[in-house]
């Protein structure tokens, strides 16, 4: 595997269930990054991680609960979502330093909360 | 708060076309601005990164620019290509937060 990588790709839940999207990273990078991209909005970050710290929560709902174990994997655990919920969730990573190094994205898991 | 505004929302041209893709941000005091490629229903491409210190950036085909006082950066790509089809994403990160903020994206056809 190489670059950045994300499971799983879709995922359907309805609102009570609890489910976790996964992200590792083969960069050897840093820093991780959580964002969400719905159809409406412009793509916004949720939750960055450096060197496995949480440094950023962009006023993101508790409903999403972030983990960063070590610096090559991040989760994002869900429950009680929303139908508004539902979007395109990609992650991300950089050498170091939040936002200030070049990013490389993973291909992203497609929600759907019915 | 910064925002930013990117112009065409969507364009459609001839294959062979120069290209000039707009990005414009409200604060000048950035640290970098990326721009980014994203095929449908995947994950973003990164294209270039200008720091906030550098005027322009080159890879192949594609030259970003970068004027801070004037709020804007554009991207210019050289004899469009059918595989060049994608929407492309501009993301500006702010001094001192270091957040990234996006743009909604300009969708491009290249047309055979």
């Known amino acids: 595997e190489t670059g950045v990588t994300q499971t799983p790709r879709h995922l359907v839940m309805g609102m009570t269930n609890k489910k976790s999207l996964k992200c590792e990273q083969h960069?050897?990078?840093?820093?991780m990054y959580w964002y969400k991209q719905s159809a409406k909005k412009p793509l916004e970050l949720m939750f960055v991680y450096n060197f496995k710290e949480q440094t950023e929560n962009n006023s993101v709902p508790s409903r999403f609960s972030p983990e960063c174990p070590n610096s090559s994997h991040l989760f994002l655990h869900l429950h009680t979502l929303q139908p508004e919920d539902s979007a395109l969730y990609l992650c991300?990573?950089?050498?170091?330093?939040?936002?200030?190094?070049?990013?490389?994205f993973g291909p992203g898991t497609r929600l759907t909360v019915l | 708060k910064q925002e930013v505004t990117q112009i065409p929302a969507a364009l459609s041209v001839p294959e062979g076309e120069n290209l000039v893709l707009n990005c414009s941000f409200t604060d000048s005091a950035i640290y970098n601005l990326q721009w980014f490629r994203q095929d449908p229903g995947k994950g973003l491409t990164s294209l270039l990164l200008i720091q906030s210190s550098q005027r322009e950036q080159t890879s192949g085909r594609l030259n970003a620019s970068l004027d801070k006082s004037s709020g804007r950066s554009t991207l210019y790509i050289a004899a469009s290509q059918p595989g060049d089809s994608a929407t492309y994403l501009c993301a500006v990160v702010s001094g001192g937060s270091y957040i990234p903020t996006f743009g909604r994206g300009t969708s491009l056809i290249v047309h055979p």
């Open positions: 960069l050897g990078h840093n820093a």
């Open positions: 991300a990573s950089s050498q170091g330093g939040a936002g200030g190094d070049e990013q490389f």
